[in-house]
Nanobody, 115 residues
């Protein structure tokens, strides 16, 4: 089992920035991939950013150039730096981990961007 604890969501004005953090209960060296998905009301959950154990990174098309994912293996934590936020980024952001071929999710943190 992997527990994921997220922090850093909140309310921000358009053009602003936020940083999300996700701490894992297991060593990040044992986790194949960690990252973030988001789900807006009435929409499907979508990929935001994913980083593998080998540090390969994938971003969702809508966040490329604005969001940056990073990983601190010493703290077993993944970060999502979100810049140039716009109202379309409003969603619940979920931390994700792939461990031993099983998917794990955090409880979600709300990000709201006002226009």
């Amino acid at each position: 089992q992997v527990q994921l604890v997220e922090s850093g969501g909140g309310l921000v004005q358009a053009g602003g920035s936020l940083r999300l953090s996700c701490a894992a209960s297991r060593s990040s060296f044992s986790i194949s991939a960690m990252g973030w998905y988001r789900q807006a009301p009435g929409k499907q959950r979508e990929l935001v950013a994913l980083i593998t154990r080998g540090s390969s990174i994938n971003y969702g098309d809508s966040v490329k150039g604005r969001f940056t994912i990073s990983r601190d293996n010493a703290k077993d934590t993944v970060y999502l730096q979100m810049n140039s936020l716009n109202p379309e980024d409003t969603a619940v952001y979920y931390c994700y981990a792939l461990w031993l071929s099983h998917n794990y999710w955090g409880q979600g943190t709300q990000v709201t961007v006002s226009s």
